[in-house]
């Protein structure tokens, strides 16, 4: 059974940080494409990092220079670390991972930057 978990969300006060991880099973990861989405309250979701089986990595311009995304494939997850949030990172965020023309989805976690 396919499955994608991410974990790590919470609260955390404007320029703080988090770092997110995305595991998965059922599949093989060490080939899969690992992006981060994510969706805003009363807006569509939207991408945040790719980082490719290379490990190539790809990020929106609202966070290159803030967010840096990893793997490690021993553990099967991925990361998205988060630097000096705001409060316009507050979102669901969710992991997807791309194989072989399929697309994997995990819950979502959710991230709220607040004072």
């Known amino acids: 059974q396919v499955q994608l978990v991410e974990s790590g969300g919470g609260l955390v006060q404007p320029g703080g940080s988090l770092r997110l991880s995305c595991t998965g099973s059922g599949f093989a990861f060490i080939k899969a494409h690992v992006s981060w989405y994510r969706q805003a309250p009363g807006k569509e979701r939207a991408f945040v990092a790719q980082?490719?089986?290379?490990?190539?990595?790809q990020y929106d311009d609202s966070v290159e220079g803030r967010f840096g995304i990893s793997r490690d494939n021993d553990r099967n997850t991925a990361y998205l670390q988060m630097n000096r949030l705001t409060p316009e990172d507050t979102a669901v965020y969710s992991c997807l991972a791309r194989l072989n023309g399929r697309e994997y989805w995990g819950q979502g976690t959710q991230v709220t930057v607040s004072s």
């Open positions: 980082i490719y089986a290379n490990h190539e990595e």
